[in-house]
């Protein structure tokens, strides 16, 4: 992350600014100390497997979705079988790897969609420019969780996959009108990840999705997102969430880097939008499952004559390792999964995974 530097030209002492290891971080996360390296190199922001990694289709699934025949097609049901979701997911998986070994741009067009597809171009730009490769691999074991179908709205479906001691990887893929595409994704990269609820089935190993405004809730799947980038926009802690590396960690980050910035003769300003859907899962215990997205953008200009800033990580390398001495700005591309209680619960919310990328940098 940008770090200052103070008139004279040496360099103050700045917020520590993690590697951007897994799906994790672009600026404020954990360090994933037990990630490979070429998993935290900063050209790509979504953790990879090694490439000796196997891919297997060894998933515990719920006994009811252990199957692999599609279900009925009545109103309600899933017009995905387990077969048919393995098949994408794995094929989703074999040719990402190939197009991150490439870097081929083209190739993901078929594979991601939306601010997705962005965030990993965006990377793949990064290394080209730093000259340097993406990890790639496939993630062993997915778990996978079917919603059912829900009229007027596309088929979507989770894979789940934890490799220990590297990270747990939550994708997202949606049908759209080009074909099955990635959607959203998060990752926990940190040594011991933090307990997954479980994703509530019903007798045919079907989920259950949620809409944007459900109750039931501590808050709806919408407010939740809302107030966690409203938390993050504002560097203030928000009770409603727990402490971790997508929360209070990161709100500390963003405090320490605007006193730095403060004490150069620079201001911070930060911008989160929320981006896209707000997806949702009902889970076993009355609570839910969201992932949501967010565009977000840090900008930073001088108050005084003489002092500089000098970017880190991503954001450096698409701006040649320049220093700025009137402003600079960072435009991310983030993507969260959290899990939300029920209502009348005592339990914070907690934020499971992220996943970010630089999508650009400019200043003078």
Same mark, same amino acid.
């Not at 479980?198 to 799947?221: F, M, R």
């Given at each position: 992350?940008?770090?200052?530097?103070?008139?004279?030209?040496?360099?103050? $002492?700045?917020?520590?600014? $993690?590697?951007?290891?897994?799906?994790?971080?672009?600026?404020?996360?954990?360090?994933?100390?037990?990630?490979?390296?070429?998993?935290?190199?900063?050209?790509?922001?979504?953790?990879?497997?090694?490439?000796?990694?196997?891919?297997?289709?060894?998933?515990?699934?719920?006994?009811?979705?252990?199957?692999?025949?599609?279900?009925?097609?009545?109103?309600?049901?899933?017009?995905?079988?387990?077969?048919?979701? =393995?098949?994408?997911?794995?094929?989703?998986?074999?040719?990402?790897?190939?197009?991150?070994?490439?870097?081929?741009?083209?190739?993901?067009?078929?594979?991601?969609?939306?601010?997705?597809?962005?965030?990993?171009?965006?990377?793949?730009?990064?290394?080209?420019?730093?000259?340097?490769?993406?990890?790639?691999?496939?993630?062993?074991?997915?778990?996978?969780?079917?919603?059912?179908?829900?009229?007027?709205?596309?088929?979507?479906?989770?894979?789940?996959?934890?490799?220990?001691?590297?990270?747990?990887?939550?994708?997202?893929?949606?049908?759209?009108?080009?074909?099955?595409?990635?959607?959203?994704?998060?990752?926990?990269?940190?040594?011991?990840?933090?307990?997954?609820?479980?994703?509530?089935?019903?007798?045919?190993?079907?989920?259950?999705?949620? $809409?944007?405004?459900?109750?039931?809730?501590?808050?709806?799947?919408?407010?939740?997102?809302?107030?966690?980038?409203?938390?993050?926009?504002?560097?203030?802690?928000?009770?409603?969430?727990?402490?971790?590396?997508?929360?209070?960690?990161?709100?500390?980050?963003?405090?320490?880097?605007?006193?730095?910035?403060?004490?150069?003769?620079?201001?911070?300003?930060?911008?989160?939008?929320?981006?896209?859907?707000?997806?949702?899962?009902?889970?076993?215990?009355?609570?839910?499952?969201?992932?949501?997205?967010?565009?977000?953008?840090?900008?930073?200009?001088?108050?005084?004559?003489?002092?500089?800033?000098?970017?880190?990580?991503?954001?450096?390398?698409?701006?040649?390792?320049?220093?700025?001495?009137?402003?600079?700005?960072?435009? =991310?591309?983030?993507?969260?999964?959290?899990?939300?209680?029920?209502?009348?619960?005592?339990?914070?919310?907690?934020?499971?995974?992220?996943?970010?990328?630089?999508?650009?940098?400019?200043?003078?």
């Amino acid at each position: 992350m940008p770090a200052p530097t103070a008139p004279d030209g040496e360099s103050t $002492p700045a917020p520590s600014a $993690p590697a951007s290891g897994g799906k994790g971080t672009a600026g404020p996360s954990a360090e994933p100390r037990s990630v490979p390296r070429e998993a935290r190199e900063e050209v790509r922001a979504r953790v990879t497997a090694p490439p000796s990694v196997v891919s297997s289709a060894r998933a515990e699934l719920p006994q009811a979705a252990r199957t692999g025949s599609p279900p009925p097609a009545e109103a309600g049901s899933s017009r995905l079988s387990v077969k048919d979701v =393995y098949r994408i997911h794995g094929r989703y998986q074999r040719d990402l790897s190939k197009a991150q070994a490439a870097l081929d741009q083209v190739a993901m067009g078929r594979l991601e969609h939306g601010l997705a597809l962005e965030m990993t171009r965006s990377s793949f730009k990064t290394a080209r420019l730093e000259g340097s490769s993406v990890a790639s691999g496939i993630w062993p074991n997915p778990k996978v969780w079917i919603p059912r179908h829900v009229e007027g709205s596309p088929d979507w479906f989770v894979a789940v996959s934890y490799e220990p001691g590297v990270a747990r990887i939550i994708d997202v893929m949606s049908s759209t009108s080009a074909g099955w595409r990635l959607v959203a994704s998060a990752a926990d990269t940190r040594a011991t990840p933090a307990r997954f609820p479980k994703i509530a089935v019903d007798s045919d190993g079907l989920a259950t999705s949620l $809409p944007e405004n459900a109750p039931g809730l501590l808050a709806t799947p919408r407010q939740i997102a809302r107030a966690h980038l409203a938390s993050m926009q504002g560097a203030e802690l928000d009770p409603m969430f727990a402490e971790g590396p997508w929360t209070s960690d990161a709100v500390l980050f963003w405090q320490q880097e605007r006193a730095q910035l403060e004490d150069a003769g620079w201001t911070l300003k930060l911008s989160y939008l929320p981006e896209g859907p707000v997806r949702a899962l009902r889970t076993t215990d009355g609570g839910a499952l969201i992932w949501y997205a967010a565009r977000s953008v840090d900008t930073r200009k001088a108050q005084r004559v003489g002092a500089k800033v000098t970017l880190k990580g991503s954001a450096a390398v698409r701006t040649a390792n320049r220093s700025f001495t009137h402003s600079v700005s960072a435009t =991310y591309g983030r993507m969260y999964v959290a899990h939300v209680p029920p209502a009348g619960s005592t339990e914070p919310v907690r934020v499971l995974g992220e996943w970010s990328d630089v999508l650009e940098s400019h200043g003078d």
